[in-house]
């Protein structure tokens, strides 16, 4: 149905009377501030159509409602959804991948060394850069010395 197919003049002259009379038994009810506030409102009906606004409108919402339609009824869109979910997985897993390979140090080209060989070798100081000699930290019992272990581990004291 089209803009011009309906009667807006007398619809919109109903709607602001009705509202109108709303707003009447609200001033009666709840007092002059509710009876104000829905009164104006009942205005706008009136107002959109003397505007020209109410057409503009009708066009937004049509528009809003023929993409809507389109896009839920068209089984193209929703191989485009389908198409850009398995891009957001595989984004996400190849993001999961390149941060296990950047752990692991070397950009992931050279194996991890068993943890046999670790536990052989117990006297075997870590590697400092730079030839910074290795600090041995005071064991202590609070809660920063699982952390000063780690930054020791990755070379950072």
């Known amino acids: 149905m089209g803009f011009n197919q309906i009667a807006w003049l007398p619809l919109c002259i109903v709607v602001t ?8 038994l609200a001033l009666r009810r709840r007092g002059v501030a509710a009876g104000l506030r829905m009164a104006a409102w009942s205005l706008l ?21 023929s993409f809507v339609t389109s896009l839920i009824f068209n089984p193209m869109v929703w191989a485009g959804v389908a198409v850009t979910g398995l891009s957001v997985v595989l984004f996400v897993v ?9 752990r692991r140090g070397d950009g ?13 070798q117990p006297s ?34």
């Open 17 to 24: 009377a009705v509202g109108l009379v709303f707003s009447y």
């Open 45 to 65: 009906p009136m107002a959109a159509y003397l505007t020209g606004a109410l057409q503009s409108l009708w066009t937004i919402g049509s528009t809003i409602v």
């Open 94 to 102: 190849s993001g999961v991948m390149r941060g296990r390979k950047l």
């Open 108 to 120: 992931g080209k050279q194996p991890k060394q068993p943890k046999q060989a670790e536990a052989v």
């Open 124 to 157: 075997a100081k870590p590697a400092t850069p730079a030839g910074r000699p290795a600090v041995q930290a005071p064991q202590k019992d609070d809660d920063f010395s699982d952390i000063e272990d780690i930054l020791k581990r990755r070379g950072i004291s």
